[in-house]
């Protein structure tokens, strides 16, 4: 069935360090890829998404590349802030399906 | 602003006694889900209504059921609550054209609590 493997937290950086979350899947057919963003007490809010192979998503100065030849949409930014400080979570739409499967999460923590 | 919206955002409740759960939107969304979110791990979905139509996933327990009167609402209720069905639950939307795949879009969540 369809999976998502996400990297294993916590991750602690210091301010302007650069992030990466390692996210792979698995999946039959042409899924969507998606991050969402936790923030302490809140809902989960939707940070990017790819629907196609090779599709970068945006936002934030967050990135991440879908890339089906490595199974993976790993989240990438270069200069991280305190305000970054959440879990991320890696999520994944299968093919005519209607929920989401997520990764376990990763907290960040970005210190000053 | 347009957006998902639950109540309570605390709710606590004994051990056995009923309790619904409560989410309204204003985004004119066709597809609705529940997610049980125990501390420190991922959302689990519950179950989902795409237009009327309800879908339970095989492991959602019989405790859990659902009700959404109309487009805009949707309530989880636990009839018999235990303290394994304490966690966060949230609430989403989505728009399922069946064509173009829509993000969902998230409450803020109800923290629920047994004593």
């Known amino acids: 069935g369809d999976s998502v493997t996400q990297m294993e937290g916590p991750v602690t950086l210091s301010e302007e360090a650069f992030l990466t979350i390692n996210c792979t899947y698995t999946?039959?057919?042409?899924?969507?890829l998606f991050w969402y963003v936790q923030y302490p007490g809140e809902g989960l809010q939707l940070l990017l998404k790819?629907?196609?192979?090779?599709d970068k998503g945006s936002n934030k100065g967050f990135e991440a590349t879908y890339r089906k030849e490595t199974t993976s949409f790993h989240l990438e930014k270069g200069s991280v802030q305190v305000s970054d400080s959440a879990v991320y979570f890696c999520?994944?739409?299968?093919?005519?399906?209607?929920?989401?499967?997520f990764g376990t999460g990763t907290r960040l923590t970005v210190i000053p | 602003d347009a957006m998902v919206i639950q109540n309570p955002r605390y709710q606590v409740t004994q051990f056995g006694k009923p309790v619904t759960l409560s989410c309204s939107q204003t985004?004119?969304?066709?597809?609705m889900y529940w997610y049980q979110q125990k501390s420190s791990q991922a959302p689990k979905l519950l179950f989902h209504y795409y237009d009327k139509d309800f879908n339970n996933e095989a492991d959602t327990p019989d405790n859990f059921q659902s009700r959404r009167p109309n487009t805009s609402f949707c309530f989880l209720d636990i009839r018999s609550p235990g303290l394994g069905d304490a966690a966060m639950y949230l609430c989403a939307t989505s728009r399922d054209s069946g064509q173009f795949v829509q993000p969902q879009h998230f409450g803020d969540g109800t923290r629920l609590s047994i004593l």
């Open positions: 985004l004119n969304h066709n597809v």
């Open positions: 999946a039959t057919g042409y899924p969507s």
């Open positions: 999520a994944l739409k299968g093919t005519g399906a209607n929920n989401l499967f």
């Open positions: 790819a629907t196609k192979a090779d």
